[in-house]
């Protein structure tokens, strides 16, 4: 054999062996991949789906739900009182800051709109662990950057992932008992609301002692103890709709408001009792840093734990009120409620600090009770599409705090605060009379057909489908239908 062979031999098995090193190295690194994904979305035993012996939804799991739906929405949150010292630390105008709500607001509307109609189709499980890890990991820049720009962009990715809370919702609609889903729906509702306060108290007491960072940090450390949180006990719930197209399921989005007088109905009332709620907490740090209280960042940072007690309320009120009437009047409740609070926060709240104290107290409180009735409702029109009924839902609300900061804000540099207040009254006007052109036992878009009484059947929801078929696969009407048919 000639030398040239040998070279050629040489130089095939060199070749063979690159090749071979580069396929080992391909599969190790795949290994490593599929290694460190085995290990954060890895279901333990316990936790895996049994159609014959399904997971119990428990209390703790419900306060977890809750808990997770708190510091995940906080995430929009904790820039809102420190907005000042974020333009002082990056040398920015007070109005380039401004920019960071809004892009935390339109990237939480871009996750309503585009990730939460994939609750209908994916598994929950891996779906909300990857959210709130991607969530966590990304928030790290928040707390080192040193860039306006990249802070914002950031900013942007963490609020289309902060839809968590949006997941847990439909989720309680689907595992919770007709007699307790208003008990259970409440929980995480007070959670979501109380998130929101939460954030704006914490971040502002934090930064008057150390770096605004350190707010980011502990955003950071929350999201990453929700993750372990849901790891070690959410249950890998089956996915409801595994062949639907997704741009089908966006579409039927509209289908539903066109099908459904209840949800369309709700969707106003979350609309009106929204922008109430945006509006107050916009203007009153406006009061109360005025004439004639001037009160410093601090004090008026602790008027967040006036709603907070009534979000403590709300899970107790649920089970005796809401569980037990229809929710249609659970609503009318909780606009009285709002209605009572904003007349009198409004009318005295130029020269006592009472009347905002008790309109935050009795305003939350009777939006919070009005939202959880509410959702009680809708997520029976449509058992398999739970996470698109939330998302109409969802923007609608969204849509209604836009406005009501937006024209809250005007208004009360134009006319002060009664004029932001008399606003607020009118929206909670609509919003009565919303709640009152449909009758507790109407189908059709208006009327009062079917009876004035206020007490749930003991076989029927509030919208005459049966209490007992909440929660299957098929639709209320289909149901029914095979029913009559029967007997």
């Given at each position: ?142 707390a080192v950057t040193k860039s306006l720009q990249v802070f914002e962009f950031i900013q942007f990715l963490t609020a289309v992932s902060t839809v968590t809370p949006q997941l847990m919702l439909p989720l309680v609609g689907d595992l919770a008992p007709p007699k307790r889903r208003a008990a259970a729906l409440s929980i995480v509702v007070s959670g979501l609301m109380l998130g929101i306060l939460l954030a704006r108290l914490l971040s502002g007491i934090m930064t008057q002692y150390v770096s605004w960072r350190y707010v980011y940090w502990l955003s950071v450390a929350l ?138 107290f009795l305003g939350d409180f009777g939006m919070q009770t009005a939202q959880i009735a509410n959702r009680s409702a809708i997520y029976a029109v449509e058992p398999k599409g739970r996470n698109r009924v939330n998302t109409a839902f969802m923007v609608a609300t969204f849509c209604g705090q836009l406005v ?84």
């Amino acid at each position: 054999m000639s030398d040239r062979d040998d070279e050629c031999i040489s130089g095939l098995r060199n070749g063979e062996k690159d090749a071979i090193e580069v396929e080992s190295g391909k599969r190790r690194n795949r290994s490593i991949w599929h290694r460190s994904y085995d290990i954060v979305f890895w279901t333990p035993p316990n936790l895996r789906w049994n159609a014959d012996e399904p997971p119990r939804f428990s209390m703790g799991l419900n306060v977890l739900f809750g808990f997770a739906g708190a510091f995940t929405v906080a995430n929009l949150y904790y820039s809102h009182p420190i907005l000042n010292v974020l333009a002082h630390d990056f040398g920015v105008p007070y109005v380039r800051v401004s920019n960071i709500p809004t892009l935390a607001q339109a990237g939480y509307a871009v996750g309503l709109l585009f990730l939460c109609p994939l609750g209908d189709m994916l598994q929950r499980r891996p779906f909300v662990l990857s959210l709130v890890f991607f969530t966590a990991s990304v928030s790290i820049g928040l707390a080192v950057t040193k860039s306006l720009q990249v802070f914002e962009f950031i900013q942007f990715l963490t609020a289309v992932s902060t839809v968590t809370p949006q997941l847990m919702l439909p989720l309680v609609g689907d595992l919770a008992p007709p007699k307790r889903r208003a008990a259970a729906l409440s929980i995480v509702v007070s959670g979501l609301m109380l998130g929101i306060l939460l954030a704006r108290l914490l971040s502002g007491i934090m930064t008057q002692y150390v770096s605004w960072r350190y707010v980011y940090w502990l955003s950071v450390a929350l999201q990453y103890c929700i993750f372990a949180g849901l790891w070690m006990f959410m249950p890998d719930y089956p996915a409801t709709n595994t062949h639907v197209n997704y741009f089908k399921m966006l579409w039927s989005i509209l289908v539903m408001l066109t099908k459904h007088p209840v949800l369309v109905q709700a969707c106003l009332i979350s609309f009106f009792t929204s922008a109430t709620f945006t509006n107050f907490w916009t203007v009153l740090t406006f009061l109360l840093s005025g004439k004639p209280y001037y009160f410093d960042p601090v004090t008026i940072g602790l008027f967040a734990l006036v709603g907070i007690a009534s979000m403590i309320c709300g899970p107790i009120y649920a089970r005796v009120v809401i569980d037990r009437f229809v929710p249609s009047f659970s609503v009318l409740l909780g606009m009285m409620w709002c209605l009572i609070g904003i007349s009198l926060g409004t009318y005295t709240g130029t020269f006592t600090v009472a009347g905002p104290i008790i309109q935050a107290f009795l305003g939350d409180f009777g939006m919070q009770t009005a939202q959880i009735a509410n959702r009680s409702a809708i997520y029976a029109v449509e058992p398999k599409g739970r996470n698109r009924v939330n998302t109409a839902f969802m923007v609608a609300t969204f849509c209604g705090q836009l406005v009501g900061t937006t024209v809250g804000s005007h208004l009360f540099a134009r006319g002060g605060w009664i004029a932001s207040g008399s606003y607020s009254m009118g929206s909670i006007g609509m919003a009565l009379l919303v709640t009152l052109a449909r009758g507790p036992w109407e189908e059709a878009w208006i009327g009062w057909h079917g009876g004035w009484s206020i007490r749930k059947k003991s076989r029927e929801s509030a919208h005459g489908k049966m209490e007992g078929l909440v929660g299957r696969h098929l639709s209320g009407r289909e149901e029914l239908d095979k029913t009559i048919a029967h007997t």
